[in-house]
């Protein structure tokens, strides 16, 4: 949707992401870099088989977007889930909510991820758990139980055209 717009596949790329395509078959790393690094927000003309299992909305029209400078389009999503372009996370409407990460934000600048808004603005955000804590929780499936790892969902939660904020 957005490609027509923005039609260089290095905006979609961090220049810190030195990481390689996978090889399919080993999981081993080719000698090709990886093209992608950068996910578009889960609620912006989503997968509906997701949306019916994390109770989420998608939209398809910037008119249904309110407060735009607080909606989530692009981030920077870590390795350990990065695969169909499309950063889930649900918000706090459904029984997931704010229970446990379902996709990774990107911590490869300090502890902090890149991410923009549907106004076109973007920033950096750092994250107050570290990389281990929410790979480890979504690794065991195990709920964000810990203060400050709440607190970084609460902020991703935030994002979401589905907070009554940004209704």
């Known amino acids: 949707m957005v490609y027509p717009y923005i039609k260089s596949v ?3 790329h961090c220049t810190a992401d030195k990481n390689y395509i996978l ?5 081993q790393p080719t000698s090709t870099n990886r093209l992608r690094c950068f996910s578009m927000s889960c609620y912006l003309n989503g997968d509906p088989e997701t949306e019916a299992q994390f109770g989420i909305e998608h939209l398809s029209k910037v008119a249904d977007l309110h407060h735009v400078a607080n909606i989530l389009v692009f981030i920077d999503e870590d390795d350990s889930t990065i695969d169909d ?3 889930l996370y649900p918000f706090a409407i459904n029984a997931y909510a704010g229970l446990n990460w379902v996709n990774v934000p990107g911590f490869r600048h300090s502890n902090g991820t890149v991410w923009s808004f549907a106004d076109g603005h ?3 955000k750092r994250w107050r758990t570290p990389r281990a ?3 480890a929780d979504l690794e065991r499936n195990s709920p964000a ?3 400050a790892e709440r607190d970084d969902l609460k902020d991703l939660e935030a994002t979401s055209p589905q907070n009554p904020g940004n209704l």
Request: proline residues 5%; glycine residues 16%; negative net charge.
């Open 122 to 124: 973007a920033a950096y």
């Open 23 to 27: 090889n399919f078959g080993t999981g």
């Open 133 to 135: 804590q929410v790979v």
């Open 145 to 147: 139980d810990i203060p």
């Open 85 to 87: 372009g499309y950063f």
């Open 10 to 12: 290095s905006t979609y």
